[in-house]
Nanobody, 120 residues
């Protein structure tokens, strides 16, 4: 069994910053990649940023230069530093971990989501 838990969401004014954390735990052999997705009301879930086990990163065009993803492999944790936040960044942010788990193989695990609200 693998659990993924996000934290760090909240309410912030436009131009402010937040840091999200995502911790994976359980019967983990290795984590292939970790990513942050977001879903705003009435919209589809979209990729915000991802990071491979080797540290390669990928960002949505809308957040390039403002957000930074990082990970601590020893802690099975990923972070999303969000700067210069805009009202359009308001969404529920979900963490995804592509995990090689005991007895299961490679599978995508999702957290429960954390709300980020940016006021204008």
């Amino acid at each position: 069994q693998v659990q993924v838990v996000e934290s760090g969401g909240g309410l912030v004014q436009a131009g402010g910053s937040l840091r999200l954390s995502c911790a994976a735990s359980g019967s983990i052999l290795s984590i292939r990649a970790m990513g942050w997705y977001r879903q705003a009301p009435g919209k589809q879930r979209e990729l915000v940023a991802s990071i491979s086990s080797a540290g390669s990163t990928n960002y949505a065009d809308s957040v390039k230069g403002r957000f930074a993803i990082s990970r601590d492999n020893a802690k099975n944790t990923a972070y999303l530093q969000m700067n210069s936040l805009k009202p359009e960044d308001t969404a529920v942010y979900y963490c995804n971990a592509r995990v090689l788990a005991v007895l299961v193989g490679t599978y995508d695990y999702w957290g429960q989501g954390t709300q980020v609200t940016v006021s204008s």
